[in-house]
Each structure stands twice: as structure tokens, then as C-alpha cells.
């Protein structure tokens, strides 16, 4: 079964998994969206980390460090970010992190994350503009979107028809130059939840 979930916080993420193995479903894959199997329902302890690894060596001793500790890996690659894991029983200790700073920690590296990825398109599209691949002006003006030589002076039925027609156009036309400046958005949004998120618990 597959499952389609976002979440910003990951102590919301990780009471979810634990209530989806009380109803017998296992996390086995996480990419764009969740995979479980059908499994026996148990009280299980699901911990999340963020970390990405520049080699695979280092990403194997991290796992296999967690795994002396009781706890098995069941999502995420060196380059993925986020890390699953699942306590072995009653193996190990109650939580994958030693205190509440490193707990913390992984916040701060999810924010320094989103916000390189806004700081990397932030320089494309003011080049988009700067050549006129860009214009910036449809924000103030969305008709310029529209080519059909007159519309805006017709009326009646033949401007609703003509309208109709072209706004799917319209709409491509405007989509195709907005996905820059919405991904700068989003990211810039996600790296303002990660801070909270990270101050909050620096606070706790």
C-alpha cells in the first residue's frame, strides 16, 4: 500500500508511522510517498533523522552504527536526507538521538537545505528577467498572456467563446514562467518552518 503524506514536523511524522503499524502496516520505502506492507499490528518506535552523506562508506557506518544500538534503517539513502529507523523491540534506548540539541540539530539541516535550493534558483530566474526570457510584468497584467489579436474589445457570446478558447493557452504560457519563481516561494516557506521548528525545540 502506498501512502501520499507531507509533513514539516517530524515528531508528527514519526506518531504516524507508529499509529499505521498499530493498524498492521509496516513503512518498507519512502520516496515520493510512503510504502508499507501488510503486516501483524504492533506498538512500534519509529525515529526520523536528516542527513545526507557525500560518500556511501560513510553512509553504511552511520546505519550500522544505529543498528549496534538496536535500531534498523528501513528508509532513505545517503543523498535522500531523511533517515528511517525502527527500534528492534526492546533493543536500545528509547530514542535515536543522546539529547535534545542533536534531536534539534536535524531541524536546522532540513532549513539549511530548503534554503540552498531557494539561493539556487533565486540567480536563474533574476538572469531570466535581466535577458527578457522573462516577463515580469504579466504579474500586473495576466490579458498579456492572451495573443488573439482584439479580444479584450470584443463582447457578447463571440468574447466568451474567444476567451474560452485561448485560456488554456493563457494558462501554460503563464504556468511555464511561474515555476521558477513558486519553487522559490516554497522553498523559502519550508525553510521558515524547519527554523520554527528547530527553535522550538532548542526552547524545550
Not at 47 to 62: A, G, P, S
Request: net charge neutral; aromatic share 18%.
Amino acid at each position: 500500500m502506498k501512502k501520499y503524506k507531507f509533513f514539516t514536523n517530524l515528531d508528527q511524522e514519526e506518531q504516524w508511522l507508529n499509529d499505521m503499524a498499530r493498524q498492521g502496516y509496516t513503512l518498507v520505502r519512502k520516496s515520493f510517498g510512503y510504502q508499507f506492507e501488510r503486516s501483524v499490528p504492533e506498538e512500534a518506535n519509529y525515529r526520523i533523522d536528516f542527513r545526507t552523506f557525500k560518500n556511501q562508506r560513510d553512509f553504511e557506518d552511520y546505519v550500522a552504527l544505529f543498528e549496534d544500538s538496536g535500531w534498523t534503517h528501513v528508509a532513505g539513502t545517503k543523498g535522500s536526507g531523511a533517515q528511517y529507523f525502527k527500534q528492534n523491540g526492546d533493543q536500545g534506548n528509547e530514542d535515536i538521538f543522546s539529547d535534545a540539541d542533536s534531536k534539534a540539530a536535524r531541524y536546522k539541516r532540513i532549513s539549511d537545505m530548503w534554503m540552498t535550493l531557494c539561493c539556487c534558483f533565486i540567480p536563474i530566474f533574476a538572469a531570466l528577467i535581466s535577458t527578457d526570457a522573462i516577463d515580469a510584468s504579466v504579474i500586473l497584467k495576466p490579458q498579456s498572456l492572451y495573443y488573439t489579436p482584439g479580444l479584450w474589445e470584443m463582447s457578447g457570446p463571440r468574447f466568451w467563446q474567444a476567451l474560452l478558447f485561448e485560456t488554456p493557452f493563457a494558462l501554460f504560457r503563464g504556468i511555464v514562467w511561474m515555476v521558477i519563481p513558486v519553487m522559490i516561494i516554497v522553498y523559502s516557506v519550508f525553510a521558515y518552518k524547519a527554523k520554527k521548528e528547530y527553535d522550538k525545540s532548542q526552547q524545550q
